[in-house]
């Protein structure tokens, strides 16, 4: 396998299998390590209950969509007074629970939309091969924003993305889509 393309691929993961298309690239990869902590007690376990696939858009390679299939494991906890029998491994540095994207893509994602708004920014992101909905940027720009734990809170609405707090435009630019 190309060792170049291999570069971005987080060295806490393995890839056995790389699935190159002319339409995406799809990177199979698997944990490397054998174990994995408990989150409630913080046993480590070698014990595999089962493997589930996860599936995360990434950044592009030479202007295509690429996908990473993760094998993630479940483990059972070593623990017998622990309260979780179960729990899956943590892939950090890869991506975030329950996140459909790597934290890569996210922050490049999250810069189109601060830049351009959301669909100047859904548009800019299609043709550079990470396709997303302008309602996706927008959740993005107000979820996943870095920001200090000092600062005061993000806006709950995303009036602040269009100018000062204008809900009315929100409102009428949705049911015009519509």
């Not at 940027?137 to 000062?164: F, V």
Request: hydrophobic fraction near 35%; glycine fraction near 6%; aromatic fraction near 2%.
């Amino acid at each position: 396998m190309s060792s170049r393309l291999l570069s971005f691929v987080p060295c806490s993961l393995q890839v056995p299998r790389l699935l190159p298309s002319p339409d995406q690239v799809i990177i199979e990869v698997r944990p490397r390590p054998t174990t994995a902590q408990c989150p409630t007690c913080g046993m480590a376990s070698r014990k595999v209950h089962s493997v589930y696939r996860r599936v995360l858009a990434d950044l592009p390679r030479q202007g295509r969509p690429v996908s990473i299939r993760v094998a993630a494991r479940r483990f059972r906890c070593p623990n017998r007074i622990c309260s979780r029998q179960t729990f899956a491994e943590r892939l950090s540095g890869v991506m975030e629970l329950s996140s459909r994207r790597t934290g890569r893509l996210s922050d490049l994602q999250r810069h189109l939309v601060l830049a351009l708004g959301g669909e100047a920014g859904s548009r800019l992101a299609r043709r550079l091969a990470m396709p997303t909905s302008p309602d996706t940027l927008l959740r993005l720009a107000l979820t996943r924003s870095r920001r200090p734990d000092s600062s005061p809170p993000m806006p709950r609405s995303s009036g602040w993305m269009i100018g000062h707090g204008d809900e009315d435009a929100i409102t009428a630019d949705r049911k015009r889509k519509r």
